[in-house]
């Protein structure tokens, strides 16, 4: 008689030597497929677990039997893998969410268990294809849940009315007659109320009598387990994000789809771009030749995508300044399916840095000013009526230093929430400034840009800037094809100094003793080197088409420094 086969593949023995060892785990609902691989990607062993707390405990004591565990691929940590995922995490392992393996590979080597744990682990050892899974463990999970309760309610209502509506449609005209001119209303209490003979049901009339109670009552129930689930909803999303709730279009079922689209880990998306790729709205490259253009992103979290897309139909109602920038695409000859993604983009950039931003902390631009007829990067630069005040802090901001060349010109900036930790006084400054702010910067040829000390500078760093509302709307708009690397502030800076050729230019100054700190831009350091010089420089071009032959726009100190 043919023995069963042993569930483990051994390839090597394990060592007694101390290594790191690389685990991935491919996950189903009854039984975990774990293979353990060293740094070499050499297979140390693979075997099975049960998906209960033993089989965790005996997974993790296995992996631990081949060396230190660096880091777990799982795979689906969302649904068979949610448990395996927080046990790791409670007992210190790092876990990574790995995709599906490669369909090449697939066609290549066939598909198999053990083959799918191995290409987990391998995927968590390179770090290709893989995130940082959702925790799972807070209020976020818990709002996830009962959103899902009540959509599924929600989905069921739905139904529920449409089949009645159609049962009435197709039922006898001695029934449909009673009830085809109610109001919805009216038909679910008046077929609720009715009292039908069920000894008749081989009557069509009672039969139909019969359903179109059930269903009636039906709509009622579920109707009032929707409002049950909204009372225990409302005051969740408002606990963990009231900064969402204060921007236009943006309700409870709006912010707690946002909310558990993060996680209760948001953290884990490093960059706002990550964000918008996560909802589907960042628009995929599809150039080809000389041609250079974009397309529809179908991917991300449809559900996050539908809830920012509520969120901007609501805000082109209501919302003046989403009216203004509606009407200024629309005179570009954009399309309104082409702005409505625009500004879908925009919404999603807003909502990362205010997932990322304590409550306590958030004082948003509409609450420290009127932006009333201000359409552009509202969250990116602070304007103001006179630039007389000082003290405003930015919570997120960037690299200390930008010296030496152009590519550190050309540093990475996001955008963020503006926080007030107290205004520090105020600073009369000459009506001849055109922007002042916290960092100023000195170039001698318009081509390498130097910190410069407070005073008299060429262009204000984008951390804070501060300029009058009536220049904004003269000089403006601001040129949206900045949108992920600095030097906008560069371009912004000369744009409100400039006052022709042949006239002096404005003020730039930069203010001393300001309560500002300046933190590392995770978004920034995290971009490869060369995607990151790539698209600084296409941004920093820009700069030049338009101020390179301008040294008149210098200080003195840079054009003293140049040999003028």
């Known amino acids: ?136 463990d807070g209020a976020v999970e818990s709002l996830r849940v009962l959103r899902v309760t009540r959509q599924t309610a929600v989905r069921a209502r739905r139904n529920a009315l449409q089949l009645l509506r159609m049962t009435i449609v197709a039922a006898p005209e001695e029934l449909r007659d009673q009830v085809r001119n109610l109001t919805r209303m009216q038909l679910i209490r008046t077929c609720a109320g009715w009292r039908p003979e069920t000894t008749h049901a081989a009557d069509p009339v009672a039969a139909n009598r019969i359903a179109l109670k059930s269903l009636a009552r039906r709509v009622l129930e579920l109707g009032d387990e929707i409002a049950a689930l909204d009372e225990l909803i409302a005051p969740l999303v408002t606990a963990l994000a009231p900064q969402l709730l204060d921007r236009v279009g943006i309700g409870i079922q709006v912010a707690g789809q946002l909310l558990v689209t993060a996680g209760d880990n948001p953290d884990r998306l490093r960059s706002e771009a990550s964000f918008a790729m996560l909802c589907g709205v960042a628009p995929l490259p599809a150039s080809s030749g000389m041609t250079r253009r974009h397309r529809l992103n179908r991917g991300g979290d449809r559900q996050a995508n539908s809830a920012l897309h509520l969120a901007v139909i609501s805000r082109i109602r209501i919302d003046e300044k989403t009216q203004a920038y509606v009407a200024k695409k629309t005179a570009e000859g954009h399309s309104k399916l082409e702005i409505i993604r625009c500004l879908k983009r925009y919404l ?146 000369l744009v409100l100094r400039d006052e022709g050729e042949g006239t002096a230019p404005r003020r730039g100054v930069a203010l001393a003793e300001l309560p500002l700190t300046r933190h590392e831009h995770r978004g920034y350091t995290s971009l490869p080197p060369d995607e990151r010089d790539r698209q600084s420089k296409r941004n920093f071009y820009r700069i030049l088409d338009r101020f390179g032959s301008r040294r008149d726009l210098l200080t003195g100190v840079g054009r003293q420094a140049s040999g003028d």
């Open 1 to 136: 008689m043919a023995s069963m086969p042993n569930s483990t593949s051994q390839v090597n023995p394990p060592s007694t030597m101390s290594r790191v060892v690389i685990g991935g785990i491919d996950t189903h609902k009854d039984l975990h497929v774990a293979a353990v691989i060293d740094t070499c990607e050499t297979v140390l062993a693979t075997h099975s677990f049960s998906t209960t707390r033993a089989g965790y405990r005996a997974l993790v004591k296995w992996l631990r039997t081949f060396g230190g565990v660096s880091k777990v691929g799982v795979e689906g940590t969302g649904s068979y893998g949610a448990g395996i995922c927080r046990h790791l995490t409670e007992v210190g392992i790092e876990v990574l969410e790995v995709d599906r393996p490669d369909r090449s590979d697939r066609r290549r080597k066939g598909k198999d268990d053990d083959l799918d744990a191995i290409s987990a682990a391998r995927a968590a050892l390179h770090g290709r294809r893989v995130s940082i899974p959702k925790s799972k």
């Open 348 to 493: 999603a950039r807003e909502v990362f840095y205010l997932l990322h931003a304590p409550a306590d902390q958030l004082i948003t631009v509409e609450k420290q000013i009127d932006l009333t007829g201000y359409t552009s990067a509202e969250a990116r630069f602070l304007v103001m009526d006179d630039i007389q005040r000082n003290g405003v802090a930015s919570r997120r901001t960037e690299q200390p230093s930008r010296n030496s060349s152009a590519s550190r010109a050309h540093q990475h900036r996001r955008e963020s929430p503006i926080s007030s930790p107290g205004m520090a006084g105020s600073r009369s400054i000459s009506a001849g400034t055109g922007v002042a702010g916290g960092w100023g910067i000195r170039s001698a040829d318009l081509r390498t840009f130097d910190d410069a000390p407070p005073g008299d500078v060429d262009a204000i760093e984008g951390y804070l800037l501060a300029f009058r509302r009536e220049d904004a709307a003269a000089r403006g708009p601001l040129d949206e094809r900045f949108r992920f690397y600095r030097n906008l502030d560069i371009w912004w800076s």
